[in-house]
Each structure stands twice: as structure tokens, then as C-alpha cells.
């Protein structure tokens, strides 16, 4: 597959006069080239399925036996054989027996009888009809009954939940605790599973120190590589850190070729734009699989993008709020993606009305950050956090979602319907 050079001319139809500069990858475009040049992880292992929530399912699993496994009673009440329904009036019959969950009932009845019988409990042999407690008349041993009531109801038929040999769950299925309880239902105890995606991390920059160095007024604390770290911080994930990586090709290129010996995928931030220490593009460049995009997003323009040996290289911006966009917007599906994961979407994109007026010119998606609320009357809408420079990292702290404004949108007028996609399913 050939990935877009940063040279590659994508043509757009801007509605509006005021246009960004041209030339830059639509993000549709860039994510469509990311997802087809990703390789997909075929290795599995084998676990106790307490341990595989938040995990992929790599296999196909089928019902060992019917669920439930025997027709059985819905509620509590009494037993009977319809026979027995009067047509018009009331009945009244004896009650011979008990039946609970987990302890049958033995006796056969005769016409005329009935099993008192609780919720779960084995249908008696000689029944089919259960009428609840609540619509009868006990007296002493028996009960009367009046003719508003079927054939049939109040019982749970074996298999109507699952049928024997039935497949439930297929490869693929990000696993919920539904998927957990499923299983223990049929009592499987252990199943495979796509193995963790190994992901390195790493910051570069000179000015950038890790927490506990000492501060000077021309350095900074490396913030990228803890929101990295806490957005893969997910169980189908085992993270690398590969620390803070000094401006130069060198450094860069022995860092980034180690990791790729043991990670899926190699994440960088800073110094892929074009300043003089912007050294990721030389430091790849023999690499030969690793390209430069300018992608038409802001914030997150700058992206590189291809391989070192076997890992996935996604060199992220240096700006903080520019590396959480292009993580959740881009690095998010790809991984998703190379775990197989086929029926979970990354995040629903749901649209809201804005409170606000957002200046926007088209020929860029632009990803402010948002505050979605619910009015008292229950409908929501969303504003924005305010400034939203791309090293305003506060935005993203203070945001609960994402407002997205598509490539060809113009400004926004408060009242309008714009797309909104909320961080609960993201993060
Ligand atoms: P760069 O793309 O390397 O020029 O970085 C763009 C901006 O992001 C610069 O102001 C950097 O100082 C800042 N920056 C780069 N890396 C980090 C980091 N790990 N944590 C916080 N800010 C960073
Ligand atoms: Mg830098």
C-alpha cells in the first residue's frame, strides 16, 4: 500500500471564501491510509475468563448444553396441567407437593392436583401451566383458581435463552462483563484471547525534563508521556517507556530501532515538524517506511506515520493537546485495530446543539474541546473550555468530549447542531 507523502494534494470543496492552505491530508483520509497499513496481531493466550475483561476473544465459543437447561418455573406459584383451566368460573385444586430451585419436586399428580412450585424451580413431570401466587386463592391445602389464565404460561422452555451447539461469541468480541457472565453460564472456565499489544512510548526535546529534575526557566516537565501512558493504560495493553529522548537523529534512530525488537507499536511526541531540532524525520528517513504528513486538523497537524522492522511508528506532535487529539483520533482506531477488535466503536459521535458561537474557516477539521451538560429539562447541549491553544493542555482537562467541526464547515452560530464526541467512550 503507498502512503501519501506530506506533498500529496488533496482536492476539497471548501463552501465558504476562506480557505486553509492546500495540500494538507484530509483526517478521513489520513485514518483510511493508517487502518489499511496496519498489520493485524495473530497470537493468542489462554485465560481464566475472570481475567479477560476489556480483552479481544480470539475464538469461537458455543453452548456446551441448553440455557437454561430444563423448563422451569418464571415465578412463584402453583404447578398445574391445563387440563385442569377452568373455561369459565373457578377451579379448585390440592396442592400434593413442593418444587424448589436446585430440589425437584418427585410426585406425579393426578387431575384435580397441583405442585406448589418456586421461581427456577424444575417443572414437575405432569405439568404445564404455572399461575402466579398473586392470582390465587389459598385455602389451607388448596387453591382456587378463575379462568383468566393459558396454557403454557409462567415456564421458561429449556434452550429458549440458548440453543445446544449454538455459537454465542466470535472472534473479535471486545469482552464485556455480560460476555464473562455468559460463559460462567455455561460453564466455561478458560478461553483464548488475542495476546496485549506491546507499545512503546517516548518523549523528545532537549528542554523536556522528567518530573523530579530541576526546573530552569528554558525547560519544561514532560507531560506527553504521562497522558500517553494513562490513555494506554487499558488491559489489553503493556506498555514500554522508553523516557525522554534527546534532539538528535542518532539517539533517536538507536531508541526507536531497540524498541522495535519487542513492540507493536512505537508512540513518539515532538519533533516532527520542520524546525532546526525537529530531528524524527532524519533520524527515519533510512528507514525508508516511515512518512510525514501535514494532516488539515488542528490541532495535531503534524504527523509521521509507517514502520521501523516489524513495530507500527506513529510520531505525534510535540504540542500536549495536539498529541491527546491525534492519539484518540488516530493512534486509538489503529490500535483497536491491530487487536482485532471488531464490534466495539472507539466512541460514538452523537450531535448536540451549541450554546456558543465557534469561529471556524474550512479545509481542516478542527477538535475543540468541549463541555457537553444536560439542561434541567434533560436535553443536552455543549459549549466550549475556552482558549484552545494547542499547548493548553487545561482545555482537555477541563473538557468532557470532543466537538468536532468537519473539513468543510464555516463557523458555527449558537443554536446549530454540531458533532460531538464524548471522552466516556474514549477514555
Ligand atoms: P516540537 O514539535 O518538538 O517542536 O514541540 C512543540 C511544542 O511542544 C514545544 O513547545 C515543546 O516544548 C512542547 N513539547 C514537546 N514535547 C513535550 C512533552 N513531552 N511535554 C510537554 N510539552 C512538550
Ligand atoms: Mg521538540
Redesign the pocket.
Known sequence: MSIPSNNTIISTQPSCNDIYESGLLPVEQALKHILSALPCLADYETLNIEQTKGRTLSQIIKAPFNVPPHNNSAVDGYALNSTDLPDKDVALLSVTGTAYAGKPCCSSINPGECIRIMTGAVIPSGTDTVIMQEHVKLDNSTITIDSRHQKGQNIRLAGEDIQQGESILFPGKFITPADIGLMASLGISEIKIQRKLRVAIA???N??ISIGDTHSPST???????SLYAALQRPDIEIINLG?LE?SPEALLDSFKQASQTADMIIS?????V?D??HTKTALQQSGHVDFWKIAIKPGR?LAFGHIDNSVFFGL????V??MVSFYQFVLPALEHMMGIKDKVCAPKIQVKTIENIRKKPGRTEVVRGILQQKSEGTWTVKTTGKQG??I?RSMSLANAFIILEHDRCSVKAGELVTVQPFSGLF
Open positions: 518523549s523528545t526535546g528542554e523536556v519544561i516537565y514532560d507531560s506527553n508521556r504521562y525522554i534532539d511526541s515532538g519533533g516532527v515538524s524546525g531540532a525537529d503534524p506532535p510535540g504540542n500536549p495536539a498529541v494547542s499547548g493542555l
